[in-house]
């Protein structure tokens, strides 16, 4: 697909010269490099130029969905039946990953990453754990696993951050269960042989997780936050969203799960805590201090009845909030971005938490700059060519006056009303239609299936 050189968009959300707030800017001109990258910008350039493609709507930088596990998708709807906890949930999840193998997840994870393109988004992080044979032996090229979820993205048009992820224990000590095999490589120095032989391309990402405090044992942690430090790659771990995590860390270490990730270099700029639910006053201040960014999953947090995080008293603190989709339960940037605010305002009866700036920064910018993407995320010269635009004319968007586009997007806006979605300046997405991916629903419906048969 070849890259197209000129957009212009009805009206666009545009950092300003000088650093002051973003706005709306109309009749935008947005030309495009050979090397993917935004030349430049021009707002108020008359009408869209011969040549140029037309973007209705308002035009926003990429979304960047920063916590993904593409495989859950196939349990949308199935864990909506009774009541359950966040393990009965997991009891289930586990059913799912026994079923899958290299091309059945190439097949599901293009469909999942293409319903992520007709969303709005344009870069996924995807935290991947289900590495090896359901009985834990590795299959013939160790990274088919993670090489058919860059495939994946590929296939859908999309940017993609492999956070190949260190798993490794069932819990303080214990050895993984059966079923929790195919995600261990015995040691994170195996797992860190095996994840140095994945490599980054254009469209892809190579970087680090640790799974938790409870499946990768304290005397592990430093080797895989040396070996993220040593490649300057993103390092992501799931944090407390559970209060059980940190009573079973305080029994075994006598330290909440963040003091324990401290202690073992794991935390800093370029790591990103995810969920982060139950802080102490501690904890926030470890993590705002040392500049660890911190991934909200405010639709599988709601899910799974985890809880609201401190986003608010994180981002005081020091750090950079970014949003994710995570289990999939829906996939729309727009519902993360506006339940940071509104679930806030839940719970502290209070309004005006973060503006519509600040939730776009999270689901673009700051989500780019955690999955190890720089220049990206902003419709400015010199950033990656990856934008989406918003129509402003449907049921939902129609009626506020166009400065208020922001707002429309974040609080009233779904993902079925992105209309266009741009990656390095290939149209990925036109009029609502995914350009490489031709039927989604059925690519979904089947791929899910091929895991319950
Ligand atoms: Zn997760």
């Not at 697909?1 to 935008?28: C, D, F, K, N, S």
């Not at 790591?271 to 639709?299: K, N």
Request: contains cysteine.
């Amino acid at each position: 697909m070849p890259v197209t050189t000129a957009y212009w968009a009805e009206y666009a959300w545009l950092q300003r010269p000088g650093g002051t707030a973003p706005a709306v800017e109309h009749q935008v001109l947005v030309t495009v490099g050979g090397d993917g990258r935004i030349s430049a910008v021009t707002p108020d350039s008359g009408p869209c130029p011969d040549g140029a493609v037309r973007l209705g709507g308002l035009l926003l930088p990429g979304m960047a969905n920063a916590h993904s596990h593409a495989f859950h998708r196939a349990l949308r709807s199935t864990v909506q039946v009774g009541s359950g906890t966040f393990w009965t949930w997991r009891d289930l999840m586990y059913q799912f990953a026994a079923a899958l193998d290299p091309d059945r997840y190439l097949a599901l994870a293009t469909a999942v990453y293409a319903e992520m393109a007709l969303a709005g988004i344009t870069c996924v992080g995807e935290f991947h754990y289900v590495h090896h044979n359901p009985d834990g032996t590795p299959y013939a090229d160790p990274n088919a696993m993670g090489e058919a979820l860059i495939e994946a993205a590929a296939r859908a048009g999309i940017r993609i951050t492999l956070l190949d992820t260190c798993y490794l224990s069932a819990g303080f000590g214990a050895a993984p269960e059966p079923r929790q095999r195919r995600f261990s490589d015995g040691d994170a120095d195996a797992w860190g042989a095996r994840a140095a032989l994945l490599k980054d391309r254009p469209h892809a990402r190579i970087g680090a997780a640790v799974h938790s405090v409870r499946a990768v044992p304290a005397d592990q942690l430093d080797t895989v936050a040396r070996w993220a430090e040593e490649r300057r790659s993103p390092l992501h771990v799931h944090l407390s969203e559970q209060t059980a995590e940190n009573e079973a860390c305080r029994d075994a270490h006598g330290v909440t799960p963040t003091r324990l990730l401290a202690d073992h270099g794991v935390l800093g700029p370029r790591t990103s805590a995810v969920h982060a639910t139950h802080l102490g006053r501690e904890d926030i201040g470890l993590l705002g201090g040392s500049g660890t960014a911190v991934c909200m999953c405010p639709t599988t947090e709601r899910d799974l009845a985890d809880g609201i995080g401190p986003a608010r008293r994180l981002a005081s603190a020091g750090s950079r909030i970014t949003l994710g989709s995570d289990s999939h339960a829906v996939i729309d940037p727009f519902e993360e971005a506006r339940a940071l605010e509104l679930d806030e305002r839940l719970s502290t009866h209070r309004r005006g938490h973060w503006t519509a700036a600040a939730l776009l920064r999270a689901a673009s910018e700051d989500g780019h700059a955690s999955l190890g993407w720089e220049r990206a995320g902003r419709i400015e010269p010199g950033a990656l060519a990856d934008f989406t635009a918003v129509a402003m004319d449907s049921v939902r968007t129609a009626g506020p006056e166009p400065r208020f586009g922001a707002e429309t997007a974040v609080f009233a806006a779904t993902a079925a009303d992105v209309r266009d979605v741009v990656v390095a300046g290939r149209p990925v997405v036109r009029d609502g239609v995914h350009q490489l991916v031709p039927d989604v629903p059925a690519a979904l419906r089947d791929s899910v299936a091929a895991l319950r048969d």
